[in-house]
């Protein structure tokens, strides 16, 4: 059974930094690639970046490029999401994903879901 647990949400100050981990178990994650989603109060889930865990290969969605970074460390099963020049409109629930195939950024792409981690950034 695969389960996928966010943590490192919380209230933050625009500018400020947050690190969100995504543990991983049950599932082989060499055949996949992490993702990272959000969805604000009214939105639609929004893709934020995504890692192949084989390669490393990322990806980022043009709002958060330059002020985010992907990444995951292998031995831990537990992808990251280092988020740095944080601003009001970053606030939202966070959520990592786990696709086999498709494309990165169309959530109907992943098979797994974490429960999600409440971001907010207060100006």
């Known amino acids: 059974q695969v389960q996928l647990v966010e943590s490192g949400g919380g209230l933050v100050q625009t500018g400020d930094s947050l690190r969100l981990s995504c543990s991983a178990s049950?599932?082989?994650?060499?055949?996949?690639?992490m993702g990272w989603f959000r969805q604000a109060p009214g939105n639609q889930r929004e893709y934020v970046a995504a890692?192949?865990?084989?390669?490393?290969?990322?990806e980022y969605v043009d709002s958060v490029s330059g002020r985010f970074t992907i990444s995951r460390d292998t031995a831990k099963n537990t992808g990251y999401l280092q988020m740095s020049s944080l601003e009001p409109e970053d606030t939202a629930v966070y959520y990592c994903a786990l696709s086999e195939v498709g494309t990165w950024r169309d959530p109907s792409s992943y098979d797994y879901w974490g429960q999600g981690t409440q971001v907010t950034v207060s100006s």
């Open positions: 890692i192949s865990w084989s390669f490393g290969v990322t």
């Open positions: 049950g599932a082989t994650l060499n055949r996949y690639n």
